[in-house]
């Protein structure tokens, strides 16, 4: 069973080695991708079980004879007969068919793999045809869709427009209408505003207006409507005519008030002797208050169209009509009260008076006015028609007798009412409800400073520049030894009770009204008037100090000045201007010249390229010049008291001081050389064997010089104290002084140290100076 077996597997077992010898050639030769393996594999797998070629099926051999093959197949097995064989022909014969049925297989699995590739490919080329076809198919469809889009887009497109522009229609015939809308009110405007029965209590009287306005508004922005100018006029006629109709009610129902309170005036006149302040109160303000509840709406109107300039102009023809009715009730009131101030009271407590009583006024009239129009009131200019006349009646009132007014004193007191009071206090604490009142009380106040202004330079002119003094005014130093109260060193003189006493009546004049004008006039004008005033002090000064001198002394001039210099500089330096004052002048000096060369044929007359033109010839120099008052007065301040200074130095060591001159002298001459042969043997000879400086010469102009600071000097620091109450100013004045005389002592100490033995030093007996400055010190 065994042998049987295994010569049944012989011939598959002999096609398997065949086959896979022929597979490990190939391998060899041609060497497959592990994707081509892993395909053969699958190929493999997939054929594992196949049958027997069709040739050697049992049933093309079951006609043969006994000896052929028997092969079926079940399962992975080959079953077949195998015959007897029984020599080499039947051997090879039967080799040759296995050999052929085994190659016949093989090529039928090829055949077999080649014929369904074809048919693959068949089926392939079929449907690449079927493909083009129905990409054709899809071509033509397509541009068939875009042609039926096209069209729908276009359609569309145009059903769109079509929309569009019924849209636009529309809206164009509605704008159309709405334009026609303004013209077409016209005839409404005029069939209502020329009705008799249309006023302005009528409630469709301002609604219309309000149309109006509009209408008027439209045509205006909308000039290039064919007729537009026409139906502008047409409409601004009607618009005229609204508002004339508005003014006419306004201005009745105002004349309606004033009648009210005129009649209610009169009534309570007819029974009283006068009309009492509460009375024209109620009467002027309460009663016409009134009026305002019937034009309130009216003015409410015209305020809120007060921007275009047709309302502005009828409101402001509003604030007219009102102020005319308010002034013909309180014009008369006003002026009896001013009269009657102007009757009883002095020019300060008349403007006092007249101030308050016109700021009463003025503040009920324009609480008033806030009734009638209350977005008006805030502007000042819409009750100036009003406040203007009745502020003229205290303008007329105060200004003759101010312009007639002398007294310094009462024009700046005036002033001071005008400027701090009430300008200051007054309408600076009730603010916009007084503004009315200030254009007046500011005109007044520059009228009373003109007058001022003319009345101080008046007084410069009479009172200081031409002043003449009397006896009794250069009785100086009598005046200053008159018994005073006492005073402490740090007090200054112009703090004590008789401190006026002892100045000269001009410089009192002058710093007194200065004093008083500083806080009356403006800056400008007051640093003018102090040039004016100082220069004319200090000019008068000068002149007393030189009548002084000859009447007492030089000294007592000197020190006159000094005391009145300080003086007066120490009560400007408060002031705060400027006193320096640009002096503007014209200057024709150069004409006369010009004409000269003009004549001389030098200078063409008509030669206007030229500098000698009429033009220029005739055109003056504008010359300026600055003068600085405290400059001035500090120059001439300083150079009096060099003046003193030198005159006191030389009162004391004058001896000295022609001493050193005269020893310089000859110096000077020694060293220059001289031809005079009488005057070198003078010269050459030692300084004191000269005439003027033996020792007994020198001894007596020392002893002199001492004698002056123990006598003479004394004097002077009792003048100085007389004068300079102020105990620093002495010091400040004599320091220079004690400083000439010690240089004069150093200087004659050192020639005599030079030019004399000791024993002469000893016989001349000079003081040192150290004990020297101890005395001069001890003297202040």
Known sequence: MAAKAGCATLPKSGAISKGYNFASTWEQNTPLTEQQQAAIAALSHAVAERPFPPNLSQESISGQDSHALSVSVKGNAWEESQPVLVNTNQFYKW????????????????????????????????ILQWVEVTLDLFNDLQLQHQAVATKTKTLHDACDRLLIEKQRLIEFAEALRNKLNYFDELENFATNFYSPNMNVGNGNFFPLLKRLDECISYVESNPQYAESSVYLVKFQQLQSRVLGMIRSHVLSVLKSASSQVQAVVRNSSSSKAAVSEGVEASAIYVRFKAAASELKPVLEELEGRSSRKEYAQILAECHRLYCEQRLSLVRGIVHQRISEFAKKEVLPSLTRSGCAYLMQVCQLEHQLFDHFFPSSSEDVSSLAQLMDPLCTYLYDTLRPKFIHETNLDFLCELVDILKVEVLGEQLNRRGESLAGL???????????????????????????????????????????????????????????????????????????????????????????????????????????????????????????????????????????????????????????????????????????????????????????????????????????????????TKLVVDPMLSFATKVTAVKVALSSGGQNQKLD???????????????????????KVNASIQKELPMVI??????????????????????????????????????????????????????????????V
């Open 718 to 779: 009792a003048k100085m104290k007389l004068y300079l109450q102020n105990p620093p100013t002495r010091t400040i004045l004599f320091k220079p002084i004690k400083t000439n005389i010690l240089e004069a002592h150093v200087q004659v100490q050192s020639l005599i140290k030079s030019e004399y033995s000791p024993e002469e030093i000893q016989s001349i007996n000079m003081v040192s100076s150290h004990d020297l400055q101890a005395q001069l010190d001890h003297l």
């Open 438 to 648: 200030r254009p007046t009380l500011e005109r007044i106040l520059a009228d009373v400073h003109e007058r001022l202004t003319f009345r101080a330079r008046t007084h410069i002119h009479d009172e200081i520049a031409n002043y003449i003094p009397s006896n009794e005014d250069l009785d100086y130093p009598v005046k200053l030894e008159q018994p005073a109260e006492p005073i402490s060193e740090n007090t200054s003189a112009d703090e004590t009770p008789d401190a006026f006493k002892t100045w000269y009546p001009p410089l009192e004049k002058t710093l007194s009204c200065l004093s008083k004008l500083y806080r009356c006039l403006e800056p400008a004008v007051f640093a003018g008037l102090a040039q004016v005033f100082n220069g004319a002090s200090f000019y008068l000064l000068q002149k007393a100090s030189k009548l002084i001198a000859r009447k007492s002394s030089p000294m007592d001039g000197q020190l006159f000045l000094i005391k009145h210099l300080l003086i007066l500089r120490e009560q400007i330096a408060p002031f705060d201007i400027e006193f320096s004052v640009t002096h503007k002048e014209l200057d024709f000096s150069h004409l006369l010249e010009h004409l000269r060369r003009i004549l001389r044929g030098q200078a063409s007359l008509f030669d206007w390229s030229k500098s000698t033109s009429l033009a220029r010839t005739l055109s003056p120099r504008v010359l300026e010049s600055q003068i600085d008052a405290k400059k001035e007065l500090e120059k001439g301040l300083k150079t009096t008291c060099e003046e003193f200074i030198m005159s006191v």
């Open 681 to 703: 043997s003078v010269m050459s000879k030692p300084l004191k064997d000269q005439a003027f400086a033996t020792p007994d010469k020198v001894a007596e102009l020392v002893q």
């Open 95 to 126: 080799f040759s068919d296995l050999e052929s049925a085994m190659k016949s297989e093989t090529e039928e699995k090829y055949q077999h793999y080649v014929s369904t590739l074809m048919e693959h490919i068949q089926t392939c080329d079929d």
